[in-house]
């Protein structure tokens, strides 16, 4: 896509008309990868300089494809149109999980969902329940502070095997498999409603995080981490709304890992 | 084995091996189990409640007579007490919860809470008052 013909050549040119003509739905039609969208973007934009309160604000972009990003159509703006507009993004691929948003209402990661499914009217803000720092920033700070809490690193026993390896059947590491998958991004944490009235709840990626520790066979920090997740604040919190787990941009189960730990808290003995 | 590299930081021991702690469960474990006991338990047993007042019998037709005759069997009014005891209790640790969430000011909260465990231990001994002595 040639970023001279992308922002606002001429409203209502040939591109506009054909995006305007072949807007994809979700639910109907065929969007072929060739079709050229124009999208209509409204970003909740916040910047503590200047605003009271976060506002919201539309952007045009065109000659998008069905085959782009969210992130692609925000880079249209920040780089064509608007330099303010601030977000997070890193790799840009779904790994690195830094921009992670509210997109047409739901948690997920904006370069991984397509202008083909997301439609032409696209509504972006910022993940909930954490300070926003600027537009679709927020403060992860207290986010990380719960990561920490529950000790996100191998306790190992005093042997230390020196330079040699801490062996696992493919069996002991399967039974963590999913719980690996975790990047951080937050997605399932500002997704859960708990966690937006009560930022105290450790909230389901701490949890995911030590779920990936207390199942694994080599580590032995169990005890001090349910010492945390079983407290007031820890796993009891989880309603099992199933926000999370639908929010994981990794397809974790995260409710499933939340309510293992739970069990295993249940079935503890000294 | 050394490697050379300082190794000050403090060794963190081994805990499922160690001996004499305490179990995990706490308070609000045994809250979350009740809730998931009490939770299957009255499905059945609101669902016996609601056939047979208002399927098996008319809703028009369940009156003081008709409790009357359904309490001659204690095992009624034992059905009935489980249903009461089960529902507020199981009611009351939701509202604590919720509670717990969403009312975040200290002093607010303990007297949120006063206010529902008191309405709750009133309509508790009038429900359990009824069951016993109606005649």
């Known amino acids: 896509m040639p970023p001279s013909a992308v922002l606002f050549p001429e409203r209502g040119g040939k591109l506009a008309a054909l995006g305007s003509l072949r807007a994809p739905s979700r639910h109907n039609g065929y969007v072929a990868p060739t079709d050229v969208l124009t999208v209509t973007l409204r970003v909740k934009r916040f910047n503590p300089e200047v605003d009271r309160k976060p506002h919201w604000q539309e952007f045009t972009v065109e000659d998008m494809t069905p085959g782009d990003r969210v992130l692609d159509a925000l880079h249209q703006v920040k780089w064509f149109e608007d330099g303010t507009l601030a977000f997070r993004r890193s790799c840009a691929h779904g790994v690195c999980g830094s921009d992670a948003m509210v997109v047409n209402g739901e948690n997920a990661l904006a370069c991984q969902v397509l202008l083909g499914d ?6 972006v803000e910022a993940i909930r329940g ?17 990561y920490r809490s529950v000790l ?18 493919p069996e002991d590491r399967e039974r963590f498999d999913d719980t690996t998958k975790c990047i951080l991004c937050a997605a399932c944490t500002t997704s859960c409603p708990v ?16 779920h990936r520790f207390i199942f694994d066979s080599r580590d032995a920090g169990t005890s001090e981490r349910l010492d945390v997740l079983g407290d007031r604040t820890g796993v009891w919190r989880c309603r099992t709304a199933f926000n999370c787990t639908n929010a994981c941009p990794r397809g974790i189960k995260v409710t499933q890992a939340i309510q293992e730990v739970k069990r295993v808290i249940l079935a503890d003995r000294a | 084995m050394s490697t050379g590299v300082s190794t000050d930081a403090p060794v963190h021991v081994a805990s499922r091996t160690t001996r004499g702690r305490r179990p995990r469960q706490n308070f609000e474990t045994w809250s979350w189990f009740f809730m ?33 005759d359904r309490w001659e069997n204690p095992l009624w009014r034992l059905f009935d007490w489980t249903l009461l005891a089960l529902a507020l209790l199981h009611g009351l640790n939701g509202l604590r919860w919720s509670i717990d969430d969403y009312v975040r000011s200290p002093a607010r909260r303990a007297w949120v809470k006063a206010g529902v465990y008191t309405l709750s231990g009133v309509l508790f001994a009038y429900g359990t008052f009824t069951i016993v002595t109606f005649a």
């Open chain 1, 118 to 123: 997301a439609g032409t009217d696209i509504t």
């Open chain 1, 130 to 146: 954490l300070p926003v720092v600027k537009d679709l920033v927020v403060d992860m700070a207290p986010f990380f502070a719960q």
């Open chain 1, 152 to 169: 996100p690193w191998l306790l190992t026993p005093t042997d230390d095997p020196g330079y040699g390896e801490r062996r696992q059947s």
């Open chain 1, 195 to 210: 966690f937006w009235t009560n930022g105290s709840y450790v909230g389901p990626a701490a949890i995911v995080q030590a």
């Open chain 2, 36 to 68: 998931r006991i009490s939770g299957l338990v009255l499905v059945f047993l609101a669902l016996v409640h609601f056939a047979l007042t208002h399927i098996v019998n008319d809703v028009v037709e369940t009156d003081a007579v008709f409790v009357a």
